[in-house]
Every structure is written in C-alpha cells, then in structure tokens.
C-alpha cells in the first residue's frame, strides 16, 4: 500500500514494510529451518493527536508489531519514521543506542498488565521519577514537584506517593503506569491493551482519561485491543490485523459502516450489542487461523473466506485504495457488499 502523500507529510509516525520473522531453529547445531512471519510486510501512518486503533485475533502480531515500533523487539526489514522534538522525521531503526535513548523521551508505551508491570519493590514516587532520573532530566524538590504534578493529572493524589503498588486497585495501578509514560513528554505512547485487564466501569474511566490527556497534550496513540468497543470509542482510524498481514484500514465511522474485507465483516458480526432483543447473527468461519510459520498461497485469509476465488488462492492481493481513506487487501474488495457492524 502506498501511503496517502498528504497524509505522510503531516504524520507524527510513518511505519513502512516492517516485518519481524522469528527463526524457527531445529537440530543440535540449532540451524534455521524456517521463520514464524509474526509482522509481514505492515504500513500505516498517524498525524498528531490522533489514535489509531489495531485490532484483530489473538497472535495476529499486534503487540509485535506495537514492540518493533519502539523497538523493544528489533524488526526484520523495514522503515519506522518518527517525527522528533526539531520537527524531523527520524528513522527509529537506523539509531545508534544514543540517539535512540534520546528519542524514546518521545515514543512511550502503557503496558496491558497493570499489575505485573509495575515493580513492587519500589514506591510510586520511584516508579514515576524513574524514567525522569534515568534521562537526567531533572531532581530535587524540581522532581518532586513534577512526580505530584503527574499524579495528580491522572487523577491520584499525591500524598500516596510513598505508597507500594500493593496498595491500589487495578485502575489505580494502570493510572500510575500512564503517568510513568507520560514523565518525560512524550508526543506518542502505544498502548498495548492498556484496559483489557480492567473492569468494564473501570476501562470507561481510563478510557476517558486517555482522551482527555490526548487533548490536553496532543498525544498520538496507537492503541491496540481485540475489543472491538473499545476500538470504536477511542479510535480515529482503525487498521485490521490478520496473521501478521494489514488486511484493511479506514476511518473508525467508515470501517465499521461499511467494511471492504471479508475478514474485517467476520470481526464486526461478532461485536456484542447491549440489547436482549438483539439476535445475533454471527457469521462463523470455517478452518483455523493460518499458521504464521506455514502460510497459505495467495491470500492468508482464503482457507476461511466466503468470498474465496480462484484468483485468491494463487496470489496474494495488494493493499489498495477502496474509498477516500479506505483501504483494503483484497481482490475483490470493490465488488463485494459486505454487511457492517450491528446496531449502528
């Protein structure tokens, strides 16, 4: 897929052909046998202050895709473009581990697990000053001040400072783990099922505090979930997932509306409506998730598709353009009338 020019020019972070293949390592002598594709071949840009939500099946490499990004996981090929502090857009692969510490200020993650991810030797006030300490950026009472500060923009008060993790709720602890990636500044955050550990009233309240912090500081996200609610509520932009492949993206009203690929309508007849008159109408697909170490010819999706023609067993569909902003990975995407999410 070709990124829309305009678009690219104004984007705060361009990711182009990323790919991320895991050796598959066999034998004494540990030779390489084959690679798992975990990300193959996935490009998508965001603009400033704007959340694009990636979504799709368990082991689809979403959070991969999120980790190689920021490169806590190093990617096979590819181009990460991040725009800096100076205006410059910088590619994240090509640092030295200097030039990556400083830009990673900018580029910060909020973790699924708000219980595992915290440290529970350490107090809140450790926990939120470390990244501020780690960069040098400040200390003294000039760091004190900036730990409270945080705190209580995520909505804690700051006499609990030297409090232990142990001491708060789920929501509480992911409200800390936001305001550790928000200590140095940062001007995009990807979070990596930030709410699916929470309670339902509770992931509202995070949800809202996102939002809330995005307009007050014009952060980007990438927000990745397998709630397709969730998507809808916080996402300007979706991209859909399947087996490592980008099967389709679009504005959040438009692909929920009007999805252009098979894969994506299966994804939306199983978004629950809260209403006991609704019946269901699920579409339930056949076979298994493509293995990522073995896929199929062609198109990964067609073992599964209703759709599926000759033509997509044989080659493998390109990303194009269906609509204004509306792209999809699939040959017949402009034919097929595919049904969009219920109960808009």
Do not use: W
């Not at 594709?37 to 991969?64: H, Y």
């Not at 929470?198 to 996200?221: M, P, R, T």
């Amino acid at each position: 897929m070709k990124t829309d020019a305009g678009y690219a020019k104004q984007a705060v972070l361009e990711v182009k052909a990323v790919k991320k293949y895991f050796p598959i390592r066999k034998g004494f002598l540990q030779r390489t046998a084959g690679y798992v594709k975990a990300v193959d071949d996935v490009q998508f840009a965001i603009r400033p202050g704007e959340t694009f939500g990636l979504v799709g099946e368990s082991g689809c490499g979403k959070t991969t895709l999120g980790r190689c990004i920021l490169r806590a996981v190093e990617p096979s090929s590819g181009e990460v473009l991040f725009r800096d502090r100076k205006g410059m857009m910088r590619n994240v692969l090509e640092l030295d581990r200097r030039e990556l510490r400083a830009i990673r200020r900018d580029m910060q993650l909020i973790f699924q697990d708000p219980y595992s991810s915290l440290n529970p030797r350490m107090t809140v006030f450790n926990i939120i000053a470390e990244p501020l300490v780690c960069n040098g950026l400040m200390g003294g009472s000039e760091l004190k001040q900036r730990v409270s500060s945080l705190m209580e923009m995520v909505g804690l008060n700051s006499r609990h400072l030297e409090r232990y993790p142990h001491a708060f709720s789920g929501g509480q602890r992911q409200r800390i783990g936001i305001a550790r990636a928000l200590a140095t500044d940062p001007s995009f955050i990807v979070c990596d099922e930030a709410v699916s550990a929470l309670d339902v009233s509770v992931q509202a309240q995070i949800l809202n505090l996102l939002e809330d912090l995005q307009a007050d500081l014009n952060l980007s996200y990438l927000f990745i979930s397998h709630d397709l609610g969730v998507i809808q509520h916080i996402s300007d932009r979706v991209g859909v997932m399947y087996v490592g492949k980008m099967v389709e993206t679009a504005e959040t009203e438009s692909l929920f509306a009007s999805p252009r690929h098979p894969y994506t309508e299966a994804l939306l007849s199983a978004k629950p409506i809260p209403d006991p008159r609704h019946k269901s109408d699920r579409i339930i697909l056949s076979g298994e998730v493509a293995n990522p170490a073995n896929p199929p010819t062609g198109c990964y999706f067609h073992p599964r598709c209703p759709y599926a023609k000759e033509l997509c067993r044989q080659e493998a569909p390109e990303m194009k353009a269906v609509g204004d902003g509306h792209y999809a990975a699939c040959h017949f995407a402009g034919e097929l009338e595919l049904r969009g999410a219920a109960g808009l």
